[in-house]
Nanobody, 124 residues
Framework: QVQLVESGGGSVQAGASLRLSCSASGRTFSSKSSAWFRQAPGKEREYVSSISWWTGSTPVYSDSVKGRFTISRDYDKNMVYLQMNSLKPEDTGIYYC????????????????WGQGTQVTVFS
């Protein structure tokens, strides 16, 4: 069993930056791929970015955040980060950290571990 706890959300003006953190506990986390999803009010949960369990992997991003967001993972500390730059109002939502056994996936249904989420609000 893996427990995930997100932090770092907040309310910022458009163009600002935020860094989200996801702290993971559980023996199996080191062998799981990680991802960030987000959910805006009234919308489906949306894939943001993911990074594999192995250190040589290349992160993957959705088109909507590519070039602005950077996912990273500290394999020693069991932490996953999402650096968000040039934030836009459409980035507003609850951001969730997720983990799954095996390779990366864009589908929320494929992730078995979820955090409680952290709110990000971007105002213009």
């Amino acid at each position: 069993q893996v427990q995930l706890v997100e932090s770092g959300g907040g309310s910022v003006q458009a163009g600002a930056s935020l860094r989200l953190s996801c702290s993971a506990s559980g023996r199996t986390f080191s062998s799981k791929s990680s991802a960030w999803f987000r959910q805006a009010p009234g919308k489906e949960r949306e894939y943001v970015s993911s990074i594999s369990w192995w250190t040589g992997s290349t992160p993957v991003y959705s088109d909507s955040v590519k070039g602005r967001f950077t996912i990273s993972r500290d394999y020693d500390k069991n932490m996953v980060y999402l650096q968000m730059n040039s934030l836009k109002p459409e980035d507003t939502g609850i951001y969730y950290c997720a983990a799954r056994t095996g390779s990366l996936s864009y589908s929320a249904d494929q992730y078995e571990d979820w955090g409680q989420g952290t709110q990000v609000t971007v105002f213009s």
